[in-house]
């Protein structure tokens, strides 16, 4: 099974909004509100910024949401911050009993 | 705090192995489901597979032939083993826990450890 699919890059001025998207199929993303993104600083652990769709966990800034409409979500990150520059993945559960990451988005802050 | 810390060789010989573990500390390792995720250089997290605390398992379809994951209640870790390795499984591996149902979200990481596939 490929990837999700998103795109290889983004990028945004300090205080914009950007998104990213992430494109399955019916089996995976548009088939359930099982979708989660994280954040990748590289050499770091990556770390659960958006669960649920569009859940945050307990301490995640309000500045990170998403959503979902059919087979794409989408990770929305409002008033960029030089900090938010990593990459980030997708995750979906899938009609096969596991799961799939998103191929990763690098988020340049310009 | 639940922490997750990875451990094993660092190096593997191509057709031979490869043998991590991931020890959890701060937490029980019973009911929840317990992944393993890589990352070759340059490219994307890859998930491998998961492991209930039960001992079931679910592995990605691409791997399944090679995989095998353990749990050991008793010492609070669990296990990856990869056969035939190839240097394409050359990567960084990380062990993630999930939730108690196998769609839960990753919300806790291990580090990460670095496995080279080379003679």
């Known amino acids: 099974q490929s990837a999700l699919t998103q795109p290889a890059s983004v990028s945004g001025s300090p205080g914009q909004s950007i998104t990213i998207s992430c494109t399955g199929t019916?089996?995976?993303?548009?088939?359930?509100?099982?979708v989660s993104w994280y954040q990748h600083h590289p050499g770091k652990a990556p770390k659960l910024i958006i669960y649920d769709v569009s859940d945050r966990p307990s301490g995640v800034s309000n500045r990170f949401s998403g959503s979902k409409s059919g087979n794409t979500a989408s990770l929305t990150i409002s008033g960029l911050r030089a900090e938010d520059e990593a990459d980030y993945y997708c995750l979906s559960y899938t009609v096969s009993g596991g799961v799939i990451f998103g191929g990763g988005t690098k988020l340049t802050v310009l | 705090q639940v922490q997750l810390q990875e451990s094993g060789p660092g190096l593997a010989k191509p057709s031979e192995t490869l043998s991590l573990t991931c020890a959890v500390s701060?937490?029980?390792?019973?009911?929840?489901?317990w992944n393993w995720v890589r990352q070759p250089a340059g490219k994307g997290l890859e998930w491998i597979g998961h492991?209930?605390?039960?001992?079931?398992?679910n592995y990605n379809s691409s791997l399944k032939n090679r995989v095998t994951m353990s749990v050991d209640t008793t010492n609070n870790q669990f296990s990856l083993k990869l056969t035939s390795v190839t240097a394409a499984d050359t990567a960084v591996y990380y062990c993630a826990r999930g939730g108690g149902r196998k769609w839960d979200p990753f919300d806790i990481w291990g580090q990460g450890t670095l496995v080279t596939v080379s003679s």
């Open positions: 019916g089996s995976d993303v548009g088939g359930y509100y099982y």
């Open positions: 492991i209930y605390s039960s001992g079931r398992t």
């Open positions: 701060g937490g029980s390792i019973t009911s929840y489901y």
